[in-house]
């Protein structure tokens, strides 16, 4: 079963701009690690909901999902970069969850 990592996300307007070119660096990295499937981006143009962004990473096994999380902490710590601080900074709030897909 493939792997989804699901991102949610409140983005304030004022810091907009500065996470999707954050995230998009992140999906264009994640793109190169073994076992990546596929990431989407979702910005939200209608509806009552509080979440504003949502990103998507699908991993072909959860062993790749494991291996990339390792490469991406050791990636955060090779530029001493922190994702969390940074989400502080641009007032970001996220959840997280990790799903198996398969087809229905």
């Known amino acids: 079963m493939q792997n989804v990592l699901i991102d949610i996300f409140i983005v304030p307007e004022e810091s907009r701009t500065a996470f999707l070119e954050g995230t998009r660096g992140i999906l264009a990295f994640l793109k190169t690690l073994p076992g ?10 209608a509806g009552a909901s509080r979440y504003n962004i949502i990103t998507t990473a699908v991993w072909e096994s959860e062993e790749a999902f494991k291996n990339a999380q ?27 969850a990790v799903y198996e897909r398969f087809p229905y």
């Open 70 to 96: 390792k490469v991406m902490a050791a990636e955060n710590q090779r530029q001493h970069f922190n994702p969390q601080e940074k989400l502080k900074q641009w007032k970001v709030e996220i959840e997280r």
């Open 36 to 45: 990546f499937v596929e990431g989407y981006v979702y910005e939200k143009k």
